[in-house]
């Protein structure tokens, strides 16, 4: 079935660093992509998605690109900041259904 | 703005307690969704609900069940809590299709601890 797979934590970067989180997935068809953000005792919102292939999705400094040829959709950052300190999911939605499939999210801490 | 409102932000029962997690979206959304979020396994998906009365099994629905009388309103179900049933549960919605490009809305979490 379909999955997703994305780069365990915690990821701990000083402030102005370049992040990388990866992802990658398993799909059949054609899914949609997308990075969403969890702040302290808060619910997930969408960072950003990707809909087909060669699409760049970008939110807030963020960017990741659909890479159909390597299933991938890592996400990007050049500079972090402290405010960033979050939980960062990846995720999928399944083609001709109506789930989303998410990784297991990866805690990302900045440090002043 | 639009709002995806959980009833409770912290829950404590004890075993075997029947207990009700509401979730009330205000978007006019479609498909509904309760998740399970526990450390070291993401976001596992427990229901979904497509339409009022509409419902599919998602990934771990043993313990739970669901209702969907009004379109806004999705409630999840512990029919018997047990202890490993605590864990932090997160509604969901989203406009609608088979091809799910949408963006999902989340509440802001329901933490139930189990006794």
């Known amino acids: 079935g379909d999955s997703v797979t994305q780069m365990e934590g915690p990821v701990t970067l000083s402030e102005e660093a370049f992040l990388t989180i990866n992802c990658t997935y398993t799909a059949t068809g054609y899914p949609s992509l997308f990075w969403y953000v969890q702040y302290p005792g808060e619910g997930l919102q969408l960072l950003l998605k990707?809909?087909?292939?060669?699409d760049k999705g970008s939110n807030k400094g963020f960017e990741a690109t659909y890479r159909k040829e390597t299933t991938s959709f890592h996400l990007e950052k050049g500079s972090v900041q402290v405010s960033d300190s979050a939980v960062y999911f990846c995720?999928?939605?399944?083609?001709?259904?109506?789930?989303?499939?998410f990784g297991t999210g990866t805690r990302l801490k900045v440090l002043a | 703005d639009v709002k995806v409102t959980q009833s409770s932000r912290y829950l404590v029962k004890r075993t075997g307690e029947k207990v009700f997690l509401e979730c009330v979206q205000d978007?006019?959304?479609?498909?509904m969704f309760w998740y399970r979020q526990d450390p070291g396994l993401g976001l596992r998906l427990i229901y979904f609900?497509?339409?009022?009365?509409?419902?599919e099994k998602g990934d771990i629905p043993e313990g739970y069940s669901v209702s969907r009388e009004k379109k806004e309103r999705f409630s999840l179900i512990l029919e018997s809590a047990s202890t490993n049933q605590t864990s932090m549960y997160l509604c969901?919605?989203?406009?609608?299709?088979?091809?799910?490009?949408?963006?999902?809305?989340f509440g802001s979490g329901t933490q139930l601890s189990v006794l």
């Open positions: 609900s497509y339409d009022v009365k509409m419902k």
């Open positions: 995720a999928l939605g399944a083609s001709g259904t109506y789930k989303y499939i």
């Open positions: 990707a809909t087909k292939a060669d």
């Open positions: 978007m006019d959304h479609e498909n």
């Open positions: 969901a919605s989203s406009q609608g299709g088979t091809r799910p490009n949408e963006k999902l809305f």
